[in-house]
């Protein structure tokens, strides 16, 4: 929100300097964020009397200029303005200056061997406007070597300050004003709002049309019909001031609706009636219906948002935009004033959707003042009246000021409890009054009617809350926490160090982390088993990611595209995160998920390079898992994996046949294609809230390190076992044989070929074999080999083979 001190002053009657209002405004929660001296800034440019302008002597288009300063000094410029002439008085800027408009730094020069010292500026170059074809030529009264900033209104300090979203009162300067005198740092001298009498019945009705269910879209609507005008450049002062707050002065009938917005808060829009088609009507835009709004955008529009339209479509999108269809022109005649009350949530969401940003839209999504309609229109039409002459008709109006009327019960003792502070019952009534709160009643409870504008206070503590920032937060004493406990509790709960240490094991793996939405396109979500109606966001930040996420993993994969089409062959991301099951609090996960696609590591002479496959993506999720403390051990790989992975490329990790802890594999192409990512990809997702809690205390000491200086021994065996036989099933029986000498079991070979027989494929593990007290002998060694061989048969059905 930005706006001048002068400005400010139109509505706040203060002796405050610029550095205590700046002091005083971020005091009371209204924080400063920048302060623009534009004195400062134009001190060296000065009112310049052209003494003489002769031809420069080997330049047609360019005069050599004499330029008298007021300081007994002349000065030669080289200008090429056209309108350059002697007697002029123009705008000088010395050497050694910033041109403001265009960042140049000014320095004395030789122009086509002329002597060049200083500058005659155009209105563009001081940064007034686009205005570039001939410099500024002041009245003939301006005093020489007077501040042009002076001479031009253009010493007053523009003010920006941070509204946060519960202060939508403070988005107008006269809400400011009110603020800064309820801390009683001045007078407010905002006037009441004059009531014009109409001279006539409009000839235009407007009406709302608003289906059932859908009536707070548009509850109020207010008009009122001018006719006669003569719409042209608005007044100095007024282009000065929207200059100032970075708004492009256009006519006096835009500039007003610019105008309004800022000093009361109050948007309002005109249209020109003579390109209306019947009357002005409030209903819901049609699936697929345009616009072209003033912002020169077109916009196509769906069945949640609010139009304003005529018979013949679409004029303007209700609190957002308006559109072209009724734009006002230098030609505009007859006119209609509008000030209406739209739904903020509806307003924000057609935004989003749009991607339409507007000061309009900003202040109807916070809320806006449901009592100030009338007044609004009231003092448009009077500003109308005054700049463009006319006639005014009647106010015409659909609908009705909604019932914003509430009160608060308020308990003077509650400042101490909540704030800290011991401000008497007595100043806490005042300040509440200054605000434009109404208390009544007496003794420890009181009763407070809220304002209009203030749609935020609900409850007692805002009120609380108004008056400590009133009264001053540095008022509040610092008192010391009190410890209840010598003994601390740990800050990092096992579900966090869970995902500390996933991120940290990812990242050793050569992995980037990634941090995306919580939420994805419904499309999307479909792919991944979400998509439920009652995971779509009500009010999504863009329309393209309106739904929560079901899976980290189609937003890694928008990703990890990007990043291909950018000529990143080789990508590896991972994120860990929430995933979304349902509504309820148990349907939230937290999910370790990551994607990697291309070759698995950098070029080398000595080695061949591979493309990324699933058991990568094994290896990445048994890291986290072994990472997490899951017993990695006793995991089961089945590979009955979600539809989103490739079947027959892909698994689950399992803590039996139900506990899922892991999925991974290669990414379905159908699912890629539906993306446009090219692949091929792989993924996993760790649910790390379905892992097994942590142990106690006694039990997870780790056991002393035992060093065994007596060698091992390995043994190679092949089975033959059925084809559908997961190799997984080899190793656990030939593990489960001799639990005390075996300590490892490895699959070093996969065979399948005519000469095993049909069905049939064979399967080569290597046992290693570790004795703690003494070396094996060759009978102890046969021993543990024919258990194997047993145990292998018996749990799967295979034979040695020959």
Not at 25 to 39: F, N
Not at 622 to 631: H, I, M, S, T, W
Not at 768 to 781: C, N
Request: aromatic share 6%; hydrophobic share 40%.
């Amino acid at each position: 929100m930005k706006f001048t001190v002068s400005w400010l002053k139109e509505h706040l009657e203060t002796e405050l300097t610029l550095d205590e209002l700046v002091e005083a405004l971020t005091a009371i929660g209204l924080e400063v964020e920048e302060v623009t001296d534009r004195a400062k800034a134009l001190e060296a440019f000065v009112v310049g009397y052209v003494v003489e302008a002769k031809q420069h002597p080997d330049a047609d288009r360019l005069q050599v200029c004499t330029v008298d300063t007021g300081d007994g000094s002349k000065h030669q410029v080289v200008c090429g303005a056209p309108n350059a002439r002697t007697g002029m008085k123009g705008v000088f800027a010395p050497v050694d200056t910033t041109i403001p408009g265009t960042g140049l730094h000014l320095t004395a020069a030789k122009i086509r061997g002329v002597e060049s010292a200083g500058m005659l500026c155009s209105e563009r170059e001081m940064g007034l406007s686009d205005e570039h074809d001939g410099i500024i030529e002041l009245d003939d009264d301006a005093v020489i070597g007077e501040s042009f900033a002076k001479l031009a209104g253009l010493d007053d300090a523009i003010i920006e300050i941070a509204i946060t979203p519960n202060r939508q009162d403070c988005l107008g300067v006269a809400g400011i004003a009110r603020d800064l005198a309820a801390a009683g740092l001045g007078t407010v001298i905002t006037p009441e709002a004059e009531v014009i009498p109409g001279q006539f019945e409009s000839p235009i009705g407007i009406r709302l049309n608003l289906p059932e269910g859908k009536e707070d879209a548009c509850p109020y609507f207010v008009g009122r019909y001018v006719r006669g005008i003569k719409n042209g450049p608005s007044p100095q002062w007024l282009q000065d001031r929207l200059r100032a707050i970075g708004l492009r002065p256009i006519s006096a009938l835009v500039d007003m609706t610019n105008f309004f917005t800022f000093d009361m808060g109050r948007p309002l829009h005109v249209f020109d009636v003579d390109k209306v088609a019947g009357g002005i009507q409030l209903r819901m835009a049609e699936d697929g219906e345009k616009i072209d709004g003033l912002n020169d955008k077109s916009y196509v529009l769906d069945s949640d948002m609010t139009a304003v339209a005529d018979d013949n479509g679409i004029l303007g999108l209700g609190g957002v935009v308006g559109g072209v269809p009724s734009g006002c022109t230098e030609e505009t005649v007859n006119v209609l004033i509008e000030a209406a009350l739209f739904d903020p949530i509806r307003t924000a969401t057609t935004g989003r959707k749009l991607q339409c940003d507007s000061d309009a839209r900003y202040r109807f999504e916070r809320g806006i003042d449901p009592a100030a309609v009338v007044t609004g229109i009231e003092r448009a039409t009077k500003f109308v009246l005054d700049i463009c002459g006319g006639e005014a008709s009647e106010v015409i109006s659909a609908g009705a000021e909604p019932d914003w009327a509430r009160s608060v019960t308020f308990r003077p003792a509650r400042i101490k409890s909540l704030a800290g502070l011991d401000t008497p019952a007595d100043e806490s009534i005042a300040i509440l009054e200054r605000l434009g709160f109404v208390v009544s009643g007496t003794g420890d409870v009181l009763d407070v009617a809220v304002p209009s504008w203030r749609s935020d206070a609900h409850g007692e503590a805002d009120l609380v809350e108004d008056i400590a920032r009133l009264v001053g937060y540095d008022e509040i004493p610092s008192v010391p926490m009190i410890n209840p406990s010598a003994v601390t509790r740990p800050a990092v709960t096992p579900a966090r160090q869970r995902v500390m240490t996933s991120k940290r094991v990812l990242a050793s793996r050569g992995m980037n982390e990634a941090v995306t939405w919580s939420f994805t396109r419904t499309d999307l979500a479909e792919l991944f088993g979400g998509g439920a109606t009652d995971l779509k966001l009500a009010n999504p930040i863009s329309a393209e990611i309106d739904m929560m996420r079901p899976s980290q993993l189609p937003n890694l994969i928008e990703a990890v595209g990007r990043n291909v089409a950018r000529g990143v062959a080789n990508v590896a991301l991972f994120e860990v995160g929430p995933t979304y099951g349902g509504t309820r609090p148990e349907d939230q996960q937290t999910v370790a998920s990551g994607v990697r696609r291309g070759q698995d590591g950098q070029r080398h002479w000595a080695a061949a390079q591979s493309d990324v496959d699933v058991f990568d993506a094994k290896a990445d999720a048994l890291a986290v898992l072994g990472e997490a403390g899951a017993p990695v051990a006793n995991l089961q790989t089945f590979d009955e994996a979600p539809a989103w992975f490739h079947p027959g490329r892909s698994g689950t990790l399992r803590l039996g046949p139900k506990t899922i802890l892991a999925a991974f594999g290669e990414l379905h192409p159908g699912v890629l294609s539906a993306m446009d990512v090219k692949g091929p990809l792989v993924g996993f997702e760790v649910f790390l809230d379905a892992l097994p809690g942590a142990k106690s205390k006694a039990s997870r000491n780790r056991a002393p390190l035992e060093l065994l200086d007596l060698p091992s021994v390995d043994r190679d065996f092949a089975f033959v076992i059925d084809a559908m036989v997961a190799a997984q099933d080899v190793v656990r029986a030939a593990m489960g044989s001799d639990k005390k000498l075996i300590v490892d079991v490895s699959v070093f070979d996969v065979f399948e070929g005519p000469s095993l027989g049909e069905g049939k494929k064979s399967v080569a593990i290597r046992v290693r074999l570790q004795p703690s007290d003494k070396t094996l002998t060759d009978t102890e060694i046969d021993a543990v080999a024919d258990n194997v061989i047993a145990k292998v048969a018996k749990a799967t059905g295979g034979t040695l083979r020959s």
